[in-house]
């Protein structure tokens, strides 16, 4: 079992960054591959980055390459989302997820333990 805390979320103005942080419990996190994944009203919930349990490998959507940043610290069992030059667009829920294995995926079917999300709000 794996619980999942996300933190760090507010409202920002565009151009800004912030950083999310996802606290997880349990003695598999190194092993598991974690994700950011996000949800605007009305809107699917669409994948953000993910990570891998070495934090060796990582991938990203494209509407956000070059701006976020996902990493991992398996001491403190944390794992981040630094997110820079922010758009009104980025306005989401966001939610940290966690999947055994070493296959990053962008599909949330795939991934078995959810935290309870962050609200990030971007305004013009």
């Known amino acids: 079992q794996v619980q999942l805390v996300e933190s760090g979320g507010g409202l920002v103005q565009a151009g800004d960054s912030l950083r999310l942080s996802c606290a997880a419990s349990?003695?598999?996190?190194?092993?598991?591959?974690m994700g950011w994944f996000r949800q605007a009203p009305g809107k699917e919930r669409e994948f953000v980055a993910a990570?891998?349990?070495?934090?060796?490998?990582?991938y990203y959507a494209d509407s956000v390459k070059g701006r976020f940043t996902i990493s991992r610290d398996n001491a403190k069992n944390t794992v981040y989302l630094q997110m820079n030059s922010l758009k009104p667009e980025d306005t989401a829920v966001y939610y940290c997820?966690?999947?055994?294995?070493?296959?990053?995926?962008?599909?949330?079917?795939?991934?078995?333990?959810w935290g309870q999300g962050t609200q990030v709000t971007v305004s013009t």
């Open positions: 997820a966690a999947r055994g294995g070493l296959v990053l995926t962008t599909s949330p079917d795939r991934y078995d333990y």
């Open positions: 349990g003695r598999t996190f190194s092993s598991s591959a």
């Open positions: 990570i891998s349990g070495s934090a060796g490998r990582t």
